[in-house]
């Protein structure tokens, strides 16, 4: 957590106050720069410059020092720089940087704030009456069982799993994932009392927008063609995000108020959800259809196209129809509780690790997005259909859209700033 806050304090530091120093060119000058110790020995212990050869802090070192083209210390012993200075075409970098920033920025808003936008839709035609909650259910239903299963069977299909396979990555991805939800599920103790509310704040907490926005993401980037990393990702999360959410919801389903089922009976209902789940029979149709290697004919793929791409819209106007302002500023704490975690806190935790294992590029954009993207809009479709209220989810989600715009403008700045990201 504290390798990933030296990045950003090394992006950010400057020779005077309100001046951002440009990252220079050659990120490998920052290796002994100017007097400065080979990086391989330097760290950082108690606010003091000492030796070391940890790992995980050599690369974010990388950042620390390569932000700035730092001069010797004024006395020995300073634990901090006395003068610092931009290199040598430092006003180009800086113009360079700053543009960065801005069409990252950019690209974020144009991700999210339509998506926002689509659910205040979805309020507006509840406020006229052209939508109820009624008809609204049955847009749920459609996405749950039909559009969202097209969707990912589309994105997973198209995919060549056998060229781009990086197991590695893969498994990373399934791990952070599962340490993820465990965490989360011991934080819903103390934050969510209700059994009920905390099966909703669990998978709103955990669950990413990564089959929407992942490939998406990684497409404006880095070009059309280059979206092995993000199917991988979506391979290594999103089947158990849906096998989670499926047991989970299961689990603290509420009650008519009678007596309880028992463990067994909820076992059962557990397994057969998953094995019935359309969303998780979408990933499997896509895989095996990829492994397979079986053409994709171009009236098959304008069909699939068609359904999936009402995946997003219509369960977001469902989600905005049915919200409730009201209902919502009881789950407010809860809800802002879950958004820090979704945008920040998974973030802070797991991305030093992959930087530190050695993934770069697209491979921590996926990540970025798996991370740190909003909740999607299928955790209030899925609670929805398995018999939740639904008013937590759909707050998480409204407040993680409008925060994400900023928070994954910021961490692809910062992976950028650092070297990580070309």
């Not at 050659?26 to 290796?31: E, I, P, T, V």
């Not at 589309?154 to 781009?164: C, I, K, R």
């Not at 909703?200 to 990564?210: C, G, K, L, N, V």
């Not at 108020?257 to 990933?283: D, H, Y």
């Amino acid at each position: 957590m504290r390798c990933f806050g030296d990045c950003a304090a090394g992006a950010f530091r400057a020779s005077s106050p309100g001046s951002l120093m440009p990252f220079p060119e050659n990120h490998q000058a920052a290796n002994g720069l100017n007097g400065w110790p080979p990086l391989r020995k330097l760290s950082f212990k108690g606010g003091r410059t000492t030796w070391s050869g940890c790992r995980l802090w050599r690369s974010c070192l990388h950042v620390v020092t390569g932000a700035l083209r730092i001069r010797p210390l004024d006395a020995p012993g300073s634990t901090m720089p006395q003068t610092a200075s931009l290199p040598v075409g430092g006003a180009t970098a800086q113009a360079d940087c700053e543009r960065n920033l801005v069409d990252s920025f950019i690209f974020s808003v144009n991700a999210t704030f339509p998506i926002f936008l689509t659910m205040l839709l979805g309020m507006f035609l509840r406020h006229i009456g052209l939508m109820d909650r009624r008809f609204a259910d049955y847009l749920n239903a459609f996405v749950f069982k039909v559009a969202l299963p097209v969707l990912l069977f589309q994105d997973l299909a198209t995919q060549d799993f056998v060229a781009a396979w990086d197991g590695r990555y893969v498994l990373f991805c399934f791990v952070a994932t599962a340490a993820s939800m465990v965490a989360i599920v011991l934080l819903s103790h103390l934050v969510v009392h209700d059994v009920a509310e905390r099966g909703e704040f669990i998978q709103a907490s955990y669950r990413s927008s990564a089959a929407i926005l992942g490939i998406a993401f990684i497409q404006n980037v880095y070009g059309s063609s280059s979206t092995s990393m993000a199917a991988l990702m979506i391979l290594g999360s999103v089947p158990l995000y849906n096998v989670a959410a499926v047991v989970v919801l299961t689990l603290t389903a509420p009650g008519d108020g009678s007596s309880g089922p028992t463990v067994g009976a909820l076992v059962r209902k557990a397994l057969f959800g998953v094995a019935t789940n359309p969303i998780i029979l979408g990933i499997a149709a896509g895989f095996a259809w990829s492994l397979l290697g079986l053409p994709m004919p171009k009236i098959l793929a304008s069909t699939v196209g068609n359904v999936a791409v009402l995946a997003t819209p219509l369960g977001l106007m469902a989600l905005g129809a049915e919200f409730r302002f009201r209902s919502a500023r009881r789950s407010l704490g809860a809800s802002a509780v879950a958004s820090v975690v979704k945008l920040v806190g998974l973030v802070v935790v797991f991305m030093p690790l992959a930087i530190h294992l050695g993934f770069r590029n697209q491979q921590l954009i996926a990540l970025l997005v798996m991370l740190g993207s909003a909740s999607t809009v299928s955790c209030y479709v899925m609670a929805r259909n398995m018999g939740h209220d639904g008013t937590l989810t759909s707050t998480i989600v409204m407040m993680t859209m409008l925060g994400c715009a900023l928070t994954l403008t910021l961490w692809l700045w910062m992976l950028r700033a650092g070297g990580f990201v070309a």
